[in-house]
T-cell receptor, first 113, second 115 residues
Framework: QKEVEQNSGPLSVPEGAIASLNCTYS??????FFWYRQYSGKSPELIMF????GDKEDGRFTAQLNKASQYVSLLIRDSQPSDSATYLC?????????????FGTGTQLKVEL | EAGVAQSPRYKIIEKRQSVAFWCNPI?????LYWYQQILGQGPKLLIQ????????DSQLPKDRFSAERLKGVDSTLKIQPAKLEDSAVYLC?????????????FGPGTRLTVT
């Protein structure tokens, strides 16, 4: 079982719709959860983090965390073509001495006109 | 605030050759990470430094990869000798402690092609 799992997609949504990206993780001791956006040929860019159960909103983005189900999601409201990218879910665990991020393989999102 | 700097941006070498990548983290960030990202996959941590000490190098292929962070600032990642499967983007990231959350910021990466 992979430590962080994401559907690779592509996930296609029309412009203006809500895009829902999902991620599950295997380590119940995981502490913090991150969503990165990666445009083709570019490096990952942090867009959201969450560490408490529930929802966290930032502009058009909402991160949702359910630790009991080991599930984290990212909702993008009013999707725009500029949101087309790969979205990486990352989970922070703890190694002896420091924090460590484990990434999923990413979900490719395509927002269509 | 300047971001994470990396060089070179692109490198093409033949298998069995050696290569080195350089990273300069965000000023004041004590923690530095090297990741390998193979096409279609998420970044995989190779090595993590806290100041100039190694925190985690469990996924670093130590027979061919080495990394150092002298003086706790810049870092160099070396591959010697390179294999075809080392073709990937090598990402450097840095972070500082901010409350309970440890946000990592990535540099532009070095795209390595091994032929």
């Amino acid at each position: 079982q992979k430590e962080v799992e994401q559907n690779s997609g592509p996930l296609s949504v029309p412009e203006g719709a809500i895009a829902s990206l999902n991620c599950t993780y295997s380590d119940r001791g995981s502490q913090s959860f991150f969503w990165y956006r990666q445009y083709s040929g570019k490096s990952p860019e942090l867009i959201m983090f969450i560490y408490s159960n529930g929802d966290k909103e930032d502009g058009r983005f909402t991160a949702q965390l359910n630790k009991a189900s080991q599930y984290v999601s990212l909702l993008i409201r009013d999707s725009q073509p500029s949101d087309s990218a790969t979205y990486l879910c990352a989970v922070k665990g703890f190694t002896g001495g420091g924090n460590k991020l484990t990434f999923g393989t990413g979900t490719q999102l395509k927002v269509e006109l | 605030e300047a971001g994470v700097a990396q060089s070179p941006r692109y490198k093409i070498i033949e298998k069995r050759q050696s290569v080195a990548f350089w990273c300069n983290p965000i000023s004041g960030h004590a923690t530095l990470y090297w990741y390998q990202q193979i096409l279609g996959q998420g970044p995989k941590l190779l090595i993590q430094f806290q100041n100039n000490g190694v925190v985690d190098d469990s996924q670093l292929p130590k027979d061919r990869f080495s990394a150092e962070r002298l003086k706790g600032v810049d870092s160099t990642l070396k591959i010697q000798p390179a294999k075809l499967e080392d073709s990937a983007v090598y990402l450097c990231a840095s972070s500082s402690i901010s409350g309970r959350v440890y946000e990592q910021y990535f540099g532009p990466g070095t795209r390595l092609t091994v032929t």
